[in-house]
Each structure stands twice: as C-alpha cells, then as structure tokens.
C-alpha cells in the first residue's frame, strides 16, 4: 500500500515537472514571437524612412565620392532591406530587453540578482547607443580617411551600397556591443559573480587585448588603432569602477 502511494506521489511530481518546464517553454515561445513581431513590424516602418536614413549613414562617404553605386539590379533593394532591418533591430532593443526581463524576473529570488539583472537589460540601450555613435564620428571616417589614402594617386572611389553599409553597419554594432562591457561587469559584480580586484589583476591583459581587436577592427595604422584601443582602456576602467559600486 505504502509503495503504491509512493509511487503514485512520485509520477504526480514528475507530470508536474513536466508540466513546468512545458509551461516554461511556451513562456520562451511566446516571448520569442513578441520580440520577432516586434522585429517585423519596426523594421516594416523603418522602411519608409530608409531614404533618409541612408542619406544621413553616406555623410562620411560623400568626402570621398558623391554617392554609392550599384553593380547588380538587386542591390539597391537588398540594401534597403539590409538598412531597414538593422535599423527595427536597433529600435527593438527595448522590446527586446522587456521581453527577457519578463521572462527571467519570476525565476530571479535574490535582490542581488534582481538588480543585477535590471543593471543590465537597462543599461544596456544607452551604452550600445553611445558605442554605435562613436564608431560613426570617429572610427568610421578616420578609417576611411586612412584606407582612401592608399588609392588616391593611382585609383578612384566607387563604392558600393551593398559594401558600404556591410562597412559601417558592422563597425556600429561591434562597438556598440563592445561598449556594454561597464554594464555587463557591473551585473556580475552586483550578482557576485566577479570582483573589482579580479578586474584590477587583469588590466595588462585587457590592455594587450584591447591593441588585438583594434587591429583586428581597424585599418593598418597606428592613429586609428590608438583611437579604438584608448576608449576600449577606458571602458575597463569604467568596468572596475562599475564593478566597485554595484559589488553590494
């Protein structure tokens, strides 16, 4: 009697486990459709607005050339779509970021994890902004000023649409999510995760590696280099003193 009791304890908790991680998996499904909707519809809008859009993005270029050319009937179309699609992504951020605040706040216990977690779903849009504006008034046309003087006496520019935005639309989200590194080493710090001492130890490292992906992002020259990899300095920096005052 006792072992049929048992057992029949045990398979109500195993349906009632199942029958959580289903539940926790249409969460994720519905919240996946919230954000993909969200997407669709602002990427849909940002569309009607692409011209204008495009004409503020080829400012750096027009130095060089007067406007982007076209090398396949396609191309113009891709591009807008390209624009219009990167554009409802950014505009989406918010959306985005509520969608997995809702989805991972029930699952949150702690204070500290809480506030850890809402440091970097609200943070997140202003530092991603500030590191996509950077890249475009300062590394995007020191680049092109240095890769432009290669060719000057011997080629001229035509650029394509297609080239041009795969150019800076890369350069803008690398350094706007490189920019998050305060917000991200502040939520670790306020969930304990890291420490202001263990980023103090790694500052070499993070000064060698800094260099690295300036390299890495940049043209060969020494300027523009110099120009990533000081702001990505001061970002660690940011991050300990980030680190120190979300550590409690």
Known sequence: MMTQEVQKKTEKNNLEAQQGVIDHLEELRKRIILIAAG????SFLSYFFYESILHYLILPLQKYQEKPVF????????AAVKLSAFTGGFLNI?????????????ALVTPREKRAFALIIWGFPLFFAAGALFAFYIIIPFGMRILFSFGKEVMIPLISIGSYLNFILLFMLVLGILFNLPVVSGGLASAGIISPAMLRSKRRYAIVLSFILAAILTPPDVVTQIFVAVPLIFLYEISILFSSFFKN
């Open 71 to 78: 090398t396949r009937p396609t191309e113009p179309f891709i």
């Open 39 to 42: 997407w669709i519809i602002l």
């Open 94 to 106: 918010p959306n985005v970021l509520y969608q997995v605040w809702a989805f991972a706040a029930p």
